[in-house]
């Protein structure tokens, strides 16, 4: 789950990380209160759960509260990566003397949290990491003992210097592991980490992803999800307890299991196609389920074929077999659909198919290779 700018921002105040005072408005006339409050220039930042803000105009200086109207103004309602922006953050405009970057990730390779950090900041570090990889730092933490004060200190000096910034920087690493923690968290940045003028350390951006895994039992953290910032696909998949990842390919792929859903999206990028989706529909699939899926898949205009490929175990063949006549009863469906299902009540299932003018495979590889080509020929 991912947290808006303002709501990562509290948590890194609440640990005691300097991070400016704002506020959120979703009109221009309450971020013209909000600037007048301030006093002074301000910056206006779109919040969406979008990397790259800056880039995308999302994030605007302005000198006073009329500027900061008509910026707001400009900002509310644009699209950033496809995400509308409802609400900006208004903050006191920092004077900024460096910018780099610190985060924490969860690291497979380690099995630990790491923190990276690079005196290149402001840009995107996936931009760092690929040309220029040398400048990234990073040290494992370990979950007994936490981020150890000698080495945030050690972090801190290949971002500063001199002794007190680095003190200043290391001590916000440390609160930052805190957070990381405490939030269970997959990923928390601070990108800028900025140095004032005067000398003191600043965070100006937050970005916190929680792992869904750590929310049933942190209610405090799973009350700040914001559907309406969420792509209207993913919040309806996930309501209706489907897992569901939008990709950018043609071919829209139903299946039960994540370990098949990933082993179907391999088949079709062997046979040169691509998938539009992740898409696990689950364990015991009611009919219900299958029309929601097939709901999401058709509500992409990418996509140019369907596959449904089904291995019933736990799933009844017949129940998904039920849900896609049902499905297609209500939805029109203007694109061609493959089936492939195998397993528990497999001829069942075929016969409601056939009985609804639908045909049915139980090979794998050749139900793939007929989605793949069927949604070549309709490009
Ligand atoms: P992102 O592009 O989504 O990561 O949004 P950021 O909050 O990181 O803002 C992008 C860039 O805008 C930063 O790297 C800064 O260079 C600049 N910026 C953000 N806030 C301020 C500010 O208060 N003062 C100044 N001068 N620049 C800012
Ligand atoms: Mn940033």
Known sequence: MNLHEF???????????PVPDA??????????RIAQRIGGPV??????????????????????AAEARERAGQIIGMTIKGLRVNQVLVAPAAEIASESYVGIIVDRASQRAVLMVS?????DIEEVAATTPEKIFRVAIDPRYGLLPHQAMAMAFRLYRGV??????????????????????????INPLITTPGGQVVALDAKLVVDDNELERRPEIAALRDTTAEAPAEVQAREAGLSYIKLDGRV???VNGAGLAMATMDLVKYYGGEPANFLDIGGSSNPQKVVTALQIITADPNVKSILFNIFGGITRCD?????????TGQLALDRPLVIRLTGTNEELAVKILEDAGFSALTDMDDAVRRAVELAREAA
């Open 7 to 17: 709501q990562a921002r509290a948590l890194l105040q609440g640990a005691g990380i």
């Open 252 to 254: 829209g792929c139903c």
């Open 119 to 123: 005196p290149a900041g402001g840009v």
């Open 23 to 32: 506020d959120v408005a979703s009109t221009p006339d309450e971020a013209a």
């Open 164 to 189: 007190e910034p680095a003190r200043q920087a290391a001590t916000i690493m440390r609160q930052l592991y805190d957070v990381f923690w405490r939030a269970g968290a997959s990923l928390v940045e």
């Open 43 to 64: 910056v206006v930042k779109a919040q969406v759960h979008a990397g790259g803000r800056g880039k995308a105009g999302g994030v605007r200086l302005a000198k006073d």
């Open 319 to 327: 129940d998904v077999a039920n849900g896609i006549v049902t499905a």
